[in-house]
């Protein structure tokens, strides 16, 4: 006999649970249904040392906020993970673990039909919450690299101690790529950073961190529809208490900044002369945001104090860095390349018509045309904070009032 429930719920993460909760709060029937324990990607597709971007007082779920006595503190990795795990208990969560979803189709009755393995299970509705970050993007040029340099990608690094001797190559610029460059330096390991265009702002200005700001500015609740095309997320860190990210700053700590990947030759990286124009764009992207948080201070008439440090940064005048063209991995003594180039989606598993020619879903919202399956926990799905553990709740909210609509 194959299992039926009203709902079923593919991934037990932030998203996930959060739509849990709100079923539940409806009184609507659902399960859980995880691959492999909750919260997997924050326990084994992230590093050692890293730590929750935003302050502790923006960790919220639905009915869940932080409540320790350092709201304007960091969290490690693992405390993220407790956070979640607590979360799932209080809530009597109906999660499955150890099942892994391999197909999702339309039967000829109407229903979704789920199978796992030898599994199966069917429903009225399905919602895929299996995060944003799925497949890590690996150029084609990385099969040009000698077969003796390690290659990694950013979810499967975990520690300079991992990776065997010598120099490590980083090629990526957002903010996990940032942190992982950090991560090394601080282990006294030889670091070359090949970075794209990247969005520098300030950890704090003014009395508040850059988070709070946004939040209070509107920003985390703009409609993704209204975000220019290649509008880049922030280069925020939380390691050590949280730091203005800062590219330049990573060079005087003797990592060796280059421009963008153009390809591999015979043991020779082939890079882009575009390392000052990504510098430059990203001292800008600063300025920008001191502008407008200042701005939004004096239409407010709020109180804060002002930043000398951030105003002295913005107003700095930078040396160009040179332009590096061709990198010779044996002279300089590379031996691992870690791939943080952004992630594609992987829902090949998904047999019905709501991908598009990229594989990525067609929805509204987190609504799909096919009746029943929704989406969830996306990046910029809806708005800003779509795709973050503090700003899933409210899509959640709305796709359990959809379902519990369509009973």
Known sequence: ?????????????????????????????????????????????????????????????????????????????????????????????????????????????????????PLSMEANNVVVATGPWQAPRIPPAAVQLPPHIHQVTANRYT?????????????????????????????????????????????????????????????????????????????????????????????????????????????RVMLNADLNASLDAGDAAFRDTLQSIDAFIAQQGIEAPPDDGADADARAVRAPAPEIESLDLGATGIGSVIWALGYDYDLGWIDCPVLDSLGAPVQQRGVTREAGLFFLGLHRMHKMKSGFLWGVGEDAAFLADHIAGRA
């Not at 539940?24 to 971007?53: C, K, M, N, P, T």
């Not at 960790?59 to 799932?88: C, E, K, Q, S």
């Not at 006294?188 to 950890?203: E, I, K, M, S």
Request: proline share 5%; net charge positive.
């Open 159 to 267: 520690s300079p101690s991992e990776l065997p001797p010598g120099g490590v190559l980083v090629l990526g610029s957002g903010a996990s790529r940032y942190q992982i460059v950090e991560d090394l330096i601080a282990q006294g390991r030889q670091v070359h950073y090949a970075l794209r265009g990247h969005r520098r702002v300030p950890r704090r200005y003014r009395g508040r961190d850059f988070g709070l700001w946004n939040e209070a500015m509107g920003v985390t609740d703009r409609i993704a529809s209204s975000i220019p095309p290649g509008t880049r997320s922030p280069l925020v860190t939380g390691h050590k208490g949280g730091h203005t990210a800062d590219m330049r700053g990573l060079a005087r700590r003797g990592a060796t900044l280059l421009g963008s990947l153009r390809g591999i030759v015979e043991g």
């Open 1 to 117: 006999m194959v299992e039926f429930i009203e709902t079923i719920i593919v991934g037990s993460g932030q998203a996930g649970l959060a739509m849990s909760h709100h079923l539940a709060q409806r009184g609507r029937e659902h399960v859980i249904l995880e691959r492999a324990r909750i919260a997997e990607r924050w326990r084994s597709e992230r590093w050692d040392s890293l730590y929750f971007q935003f302050p502790n007082r923006m960790m919220r779920l639905p009915g869940h906020d932080y409540d320790g006595g350092d709201p304007d503190g960091f969290t490690h990795r693992d405390g993220v993970v407790r956070f979640i795990a607590d979360y799932a208990a209080r809530n009597a969560a109906p999660v499955r673990c150890g099942v892994n979803v391999s197909a999702l189709r339309r039967t000829d009755a109407g229903r979704l039909r789920v199978e796992a393995g």
